[in-house]
């Protein structure tokens, strides 16, 4: 093998190894007692990630979780709950609409939503959650933005 065969070989294996790293959108939740005047809330309501993208959980404040809501999820993936008051993290593999809450806060309106690959097949499923409490006001205004 020649030199310039090397280079050529090391610059391409550069450049894709960089635009993995690049490309990936992994994105933060904080846990929060308090965002402006919400309390018992999610930093972000609603996140659009790629399949394959990681969403991390920050248990900022304490007396939070992450739990998966039966029925919002598509078909294919194993319940997900997180322990009290610790980070999580979930990689997204199948595609759809993932509904989440706060175990303890779900009537207080602590939800969010993960939209994974931009598809929305399941969402007849997520209107039909039962929601509870200051959520139950919340989740259709949160749904029309999907």
């Not at 969010?112 to 205004?141: H, T, Y």
Request: glycine content about 8%; overall charge positive; hydrophobic content about 40%.
């Amino acid at each position: 093998m020649n030199n310039t065969f090397l280079k050529i070989t090391l610059v391409l294996f550069s450049i894709l190894f960089i635009s993995n790293i690049t490309n990936a959108a992994d994105t933060t939740i904080e846990m929060l007692n308090k965002q402006g005047k919400e309390s018992m809330v999610y930093s972000k309501k609603i996140v659009n990630v790629n399949v394959g993208d990681t969403v991390f959980w920050k248990a900022t404040t304490k007396g939070h979780n992450v739990e998966f809501i039966k029925g919002g999820y598509p078909e294919g993936v194993e319940k997900f709950k997180s322990k009290m008051n610790k980070d999580a993290e979930y990689k997204f593999t199948v595609p759809g609409i993932y509904a989440y809450w706060c175990t303890p806060h779900k009537s207080m309106g602590m939800i969010g939503f993960v939209v994974v690959g931009g598809d929305k097949s399941n969402l007849d499923a997520i209107k039909s959650i039962k929601f509870f409490g200051k959520s139950k006001k919340m989740a259709p205004e949160l749904i029309s933005k999907l």
